[in-house]
């Protein structure tokens, strides 16, 4: 690939030319140059299952159980769909990062002026307090249930866990990405478990996965479609994909590049599947057990938990569920660190220590949840927590829109800019995602909004 392409070579004005993304964690992860082709996969396996992290947090969970217990399988279509605009939106992330050698907050901060560099990053910032808003109750919902543990205690718990991270990033990032995996594997296996448990009917199953048009005309459920979409096509994680596929240490060459777009695409995907199955299962778990028994009102994550094992009649069903959710509520910690860390070197170029940028995050995320259990108890946080998908999804344009008009821009991305057919699909999906949140805005200020806020 032509240096042109790369950072190094890209002209930054009166603007600090930008370090490697991750310091020094950037190429750190060794690629072997030959082999066997699954050897060089497993070298790339990692990235991609930490961006699926995000698209499998509580914030999920709130939107998926809600439109389950409403709605029934009617959602599923909406979650196939999120699925597979992720994939697309990944696997652009994955080519920014390793074709340019700039992560997406890098290249914001060189292709734009820098009000609208302030602007993006604020509204990434604000993102990332939406996600980190949905891990702190998430987490503290767990502790609740599996400890006894009170909502404003087990919320301030959470703040703890920046010494696991720090404790994991010096051991090396395979290190965090074996956390991450584990953790993913005990969700997966719990969702396994509580799927045979409920039973639910594959035939409306497979008809839920087929787009229906009351999806756009419900405002209820089209709250919920965009909750859920905010919370599987997360604007953050394009950030993270960007960067943390630069710790490999692919050849830095054109042909190097070139195979480490098509493993990093490959395993992303395969990650993303994952995560499909599990936002899938916990709606068809909702459904098959609540809105069949017509309990429609199931919109807590508490309430599913203290109805699931006598609805089912099985007592371990319960316990599954919280051990799901604590294991989604540590393992996305880890996502949201290293994005706050991404975009802030990124954008400002600013360096601050991984324990103080955590901490001011998290803190900005605990305050919220405190003051809401005090004033308004349990229920208020699970209005909070699907309040917080919906701002996710909000947030969602102004990180794909500069991300789809980068990987286009064959300045920037040389021989690795997409084709015209990739860009008008990507385009197309931006589009979407706009046009949905329009629908939303004006239903909630026409007063359609069917009492969702």
Not at 331 to 336: D, G, L
Request: glycine residues 8%; aromatic residues 8%.
């Amino acid at each position: 690939m032509k240096e042109s392409a790369t950072y190094a070579a890209l002209s930054w004005g009166d603007r600090e030319e930008p370090r490697p993304s991750l310091g020094g964690m950037n190429a750190s992860v060794p690629v072997p140059a030959t082999g066997h082709w699954l050897r060089r996969l497993m070298a790339f396996i990692g990235p991609g299952y930490m961006v699926a992290v995000g698209y499998m947090d509580p914030g999920n969970w709130a939107t998926d159980l809600a439109g389950g217990s409403k709605f029934g399988y009617m959602l599923l279509s909406v979650i196939l769909l999120s699925n597979l605009m992720a994939i697309l939106l990944q696997s652009l992330a994955a080519r920014l990062g390793i074709a340019s050698g700039l992560d997406l907050a890098q290249a914001c901060r060189h292709q734009y002026s820098r009000p609208v560099n302030f602007l993006l990053w604020i509204a990434c910032e604000v993102a990332i307090i939406a996600c980190d808003l949905a891990e702190v109750i998430g987490t503290a919902i767990a502790l609740n249930l599996l400890f006894g543990i009170p909502l404003v205690w087990g919320a301030i718990i959470t703040a703890a866990d920046v010494f696991i991270i720090l404790l994991l990033m010096r051991r090396g990032f395979r290190w965090l990405e074996a956390f991450v995996i584990a953790l993913l594997t005990i969700i997966f296996a719990c969702f396994g478990v509580q799927m045979m448990l409920a039973q639910p009917a594959v035939g409306e199953i497979l008809q839920g996965f087929l787009p229906q048009a009351e999806v756009v005309m419900n405002p209820e459920a089209l709250y919920l479609a965009i909750g859920i979409i905010g919370a599987t096509v997360m604007p953050h994680n394009l950030y993270l994909h960007s960067s943390i596929v630069q710790t490999r240490a692919y050849p830095r060459t054109e042909e190097g590049r070139r195979q480490g777009i098509r493993w990093a695409v490959t395993d992303s995907t395969i990650a993303l599947m994952l995560a499909l199955f599990v936002n899938a299962a916990i709606l068809i778990t909702a459904a098959a057990v609540f809105h069949q028994a017509g309990r429609t009102d199931v919109e807590e994550i508490d309430q599913a938990y203290h109805l699931l094992s006598p609805m089912l009649g099985v007592g371990i069903a319960s316990i599954l569920f919280a051990v799901a959710l604590l294991a989604s509520g540590i393992n996305s910690t880890v996502t949201a660190t290293l994005a706050g860390q991404i975009v802030m070197e990124g954008f400002l170029n600013l360096r601050l220590p991984d324990w103080a940028r955590r901490l001011i995050t998290r803190g900005l995320a605990i305050i919220p949840v405190v003051a809401v259990t005090i004033l308004y108890g349990e229920s208020g946080t699970a209005k909070l927590l699907v309040l917080s998908q919906v701002v996710l999804s909000m947030q969602l344009p102004f990180a794909v829109i500069p991300l789809v008009r980068f990987v286009s821009n064959r300045t920037l991305m040389g021989s690795f800019a997409i084709s015209r057919s990739v860009a008008a699909l990507a385009w197309f999906i931006a589009l979407l995602i706009v046009a949905l949140n329009i629908k939303l805005l004006f239903d909630v200020l026409t007063g359609q909004g069917g009492g969702i806020f």
